[in-house]
């Protein structure tokens, strides 16, 4: 667990977070990212940079848990999710990608609504998965096409998988969208402003998950982990 400050991209808060909860020292969040994630579970989105900063020397540090993820790459830390499945595959290929559309977009609105069209368009084509879960002991084994451990709401463009997550509360909430729920999933991300959607999906609270799967990509916040067995 580290504690942020109500008042770096998320990227760079997870590498700051990670090097100071070692040393439990409390740090600062400023949006400068284009999704920020980390800054709207911490419910800055309404805030200016001027009063965020201004508001740093009487601001109540608020906790913020830091998960865990052990498996063939080691073990490391996360602040937003990891997953397996469309987010992933998505991540990947975006970083993979040589026109690199997204970047090219003018606005971080402009750039948010080409990576959910990305995203829109490997659902239609993204196959289940058959993933081995648990979940502090309960088995939630299926076929999914998304599959996200998240310690936020939100997270990639702004899909907010899980409205009820809360980033101090010790849970991680279970995201499972298998082809039930491909078309809720499907709809959310064709709008074009996700503060209107919130999509009903199945999530499931718990401390300890452990998954087992052949998922072509790995992703642990805005990393990928590519390849086999994890």
Request: aromatic share 4%; glycine share 10%; proline share 5%.
């Amino acid at each position: 667990r580290t504690s942020l400050q109500s008042p770096a991209a998320d990227g760079t808060i997870e590498e700051v977070a990670t090097a100071s909860a070692r040393r439990h020292r409390p740090i600062a969040v400023l949006p400068l990212g284009t999704a920020n994630n980390i800054s709207r579970a911490l419910r800055q989105g309404q805030s200016s940079l001027e009063d965020l900063v201004a508001g740093w020397a009487d601001a109540e540090c608020q906790p913020f848990d830091m998960g865990v993820a052990r498996g063939p790459w080691g073990t490391l830390h996360f602040l937003e999710s990891v997953g397996a499945g469309l987010l992933a595959d998505g991540i990947a290929d975006m970083k993979n990608d040589r026109i690199d559309s997204i970047r090219q977009a003018r606005s971080a609105e402009d750039r948010m609504a080409a990576a959910r069209g990305r995203f829109h368009q490997l659902l239609g084509r993204v196959a289940a998965t058959p993933f081995r879960v648990s979940l502090d002991g309960r088995d939630h084994s299926g076929e999914y096409q998304l599959l996200e451990a998240l310690n936020v709401g939100e997270v990639g463009p702004n899909l907010r998988l899980a409205p009820g997550a809360r980033p101090s509360d010790g849970l991680l909430d279970l995201v499972l969208v298998n082809e039930h729920h491909r078309r809720d999933l499907a709809e959310h991300l064709s709008v074009s402003r996700v503060e209107t959607s919130t999509p009903v999906l199945p999530v499931f609270q718990g401390g300890h998950i452990t998954i087992s799967c052949l998922a072509r990509n790995v992703h642990l916040d805005d990393e990928v982990w590519m390849g086999g067995r994890s």
